[in-house]
């Protein structure tokens, strides 16, 4: 099995790239901001230097909140009207942020930001499914996880390369012409992949249902808890970076040089964990890897403590 049915639409490597642009837009808003961290927090009087800390969870929040609803909603409304909701909300919020003059106010249009840019991450995965099945379905998300896995890696590169030409406000707006590009592009080529009569009534009823099913179900509960924590753990990862590297280790412009170098890591590991998942095993390799994750963070929290809190970098 490979491609299903299709009406008049992109073709595959089109596809690919349309859907790999609109799953990246998560990631360079997130990444690009890390650079500008500290030039918002002194444009904005933020007194708590860990405050700034929030223009990046607060977006974080919106995506979880927003991503319970646009998939269900794309399921009674269609694909392309959820994605273009998701893109109005992203872009106004992405404007308010530009043109805050308060920090409160920043963090509400990176809020609005997170809610927006849930709808492309979670109805670009239903775009692929309703497109391809097996073998092509997984080989488009090999694609599209590929470009998501490289995003991170320039994308502080590019927020630090508009800071030396520009203001931090100027980040969001390359993020509106980014997310007005690719909108315009989606729009123009791709069809509505979800036929009127396989659409289901959107209601809260049924996102309760779905989600107390998980809850009632110990495996599932299990391991969204486990899945959450480890998250958890990465978003401390990227909201403090900024402030280690650029501040605690006075790395300045080199920031997103070792930004890119543990991303490459990160995209790495999954690149390989594809491939051991089909030796192995998930539970064998979920088991040693948190394991792992364990050991490590043992044995840096014991060389912290031992470095007065600062390590060798």
Known sequence: MNAKPQEAGPRYVEFVVIVSLMMSLTALSIDAMLPALAQIGRDLSVQNPNDRQLVVSILFLGLAIGQMFFGPLSDSTGRKPAIYGGYALFIVGALISAFSTSFSIMLAGRFLQGIGISAPRAVTLALVRDRYEGRAMAQVMSFVMTVFILVPMIAPSLGQAILLFAGWQSIFIALVLMALATLAWFALRMPETLAADRRAPFSLKRIVAAILEIVRIRAALGYTISAGLVSGAFLGYLNSTQQIFQELYALGKLFPIYF????????????????????????FLVRWALVIIFGLACIGFGTALLTAGQPPL
């Open 260 to 283: 890119a170098v543990i991303a490459f890591a990160i995209g790495f590991a999954s690149f390989l964990n594809a491939r051991l998942v089909m030796i192995w095993g998930m539970r």
